[in-house]
């Protein structure tokens, strides 16, 4: 099954949080199921920038050493894919604007990341996803 790796705490806020945009600097055709990957590496710099961020929004996230990292957390669905001068809700401007929907929660499966689009092997989605 295909999958992204998103950083913390933003891969949290696309499976717990209803973050429907995902801000990329290239574009996706792909449309349907996609793994988040909660990626290992998080700032202390980052991690506050988004907090910040995710306040403005009115969500509230969880301590960084709370949040998994450097495991498979949840499955969510690419409907959409846009690029944008302005920024809009979770979409940032000068970006392309991933649209996600139907955001689900899995067992989390401990995985290596990689950029770009990667694939999991479908059997280690199987049992966690059933």
């Known amino acids: ?6 950083r913390q ?5 696309i499976i ?14 792909y449309r ?3 793994l988040i990957h909660a990626a290992k590496t998080c700032t202390k710099k980052e991690y506050q920038l988004a907090r910040e961020f995710c306040q403005g ?12 990292r450097g495991q498979v ?10 690029f944008s001068q302005v920024a809009s809700g979770w979409g940032m401007p000068g970006q ?23 694939e999991v092997p479908d059997d280690l989605v199987m049992e966690v996803a059933a």
Do not use: Q
């Open 57 to 68: 929004m009115g969500v509230e996230i969880p301590e960084l050493i709370s949040l998994r």
């Open 16 to 29: 717990y949080a209803l973050k429907d945009i995902e801000n990329r600097g290239w574009p996706i055709h």
């Open 9 to 13: 705490p933003w891969a949290w806020a």
């Open 96 to 118: 392309y604007h991933w649209k996600l929907e139907n955001p689900r929660e899995i067992t989390p499966i401990p995985y290596i990341g990689r950029l770009g689009i990667f």
């Open 1 to 6: 099954m295909k999958a992204l790796s998103v």
């Open 32 to 34: 349907g199921d996609i």
């Open 73 to 82: 957390i949840g499955i969510v669905t690419i409907v959409d894919c846009k």
